[in-house]
């Protein structure tokens, strides 16, 4: 089945301790992109790779890190989150990033910094 | 000012009910005009795309895109309770990777 994993699926935890969520599509898409969403400010793109080893900042990028060493996974590293990144995060995938390349989403990470 | 302006509602409507969803913005280089839904504890997917100014037609959902008033919209006809969920414009200049979200308009439509 054609999809994109993101784990872990909730996290909590706290100020200062690096983490990673995991991102990983089977669709060998060359773009891949990540998002927090915030009651109020919608979506907000972080990172965005247009292919391996191209990775490119979204509007948010602050307090963010991303490394795209293979096609298939994107994950994204917060080296010392603080509480004001508590958020939903999305990771997504789509062929190209024109218009008629529909992105695939995963279902979300919840994390939760104290 | 936001690029991307989208009512956060909710919209209530009855079963049946035409439903329009609106977003504007302000960057005049974006071509690429694109509406997700998002239901509850799910990521967004894709519903609509149009590019430039002009309608588009998809069963019961129309976009539409008025470049000159820098404004789009989404219609659906004779709206289902499953499509209640969280409509969510998006906009690129197909320039870049950057991918530009509104807010997102919650919509419940009840039986």
């Known amino acids: 089945e054609a999809q994109v994993t993101q784990n872990p699926r909730y996290l909590i935890t706290v100020t200062g301790k690096k983490l990673t969520v995991t991102c990983s599509q089977n669709m060998n898409h060359e773009y891949m992109s990540w998002y927090r969403q915030d009651p109020g400010l919608g979506l907000r793109q972080i990172y965005y790779s247009m292919n391996v080893e191209v990775t490119d900042k979204g509007d948010v990028p602050e307090g963010y890190k991303v490394s795209r060493k293979e096609k298939r996974n994107f994950p994204l590293i917060l080296e010392s989150p603080s509480p004001n990144q508590t958020s939903l995060y999305f990771c997504?995938?789509?062929?190209?990033?024109?218009?008629?390349?529909?992105?695939?989403f995963g279902n979300g990470t919840r994390l939760t910094v104290t | 000012q936001k690029e991307v302006e989208q009512d956060p509602g909710p919209l209530s409507v009855p079963e049946g009910a035409i439903v329009s969803l609106n977003c504007t913005y302000s960057?005049?280089?974006?071509?690429?005009f694109m509406w997700y839904r998002q239901y509850s504890r799910k990521g967004p997917e894709l519903l609509m795309y149009t590019y430039s100014s002009g309608n588009k037609e998809d069963g019961r959902f129309t976009a539409q895109v008025d470049k000159s008033s820098k404004y789009i919209s989404l219609f659906i006809r004779d709206s289902q309770p499953s499509d209640s969920a969280t409509y969510l414009c998006?906009?690129?200049?197909?320039?870049?990777?950057?991918?530009?979200f509104g807010q997102g308009t919650t919509l419940q439509v009840k039986p």
């Open positions: 998006a906009m690129n200049n197909g320039n870049t990777g950057k991918l530009i």
């Open positions: 960057n005049s280089a974006f071509q690429y």
């Open positions: 997504a995938s789509s062929q190209r990033s024109s218009y008629n390349s529909p992105l695939h």
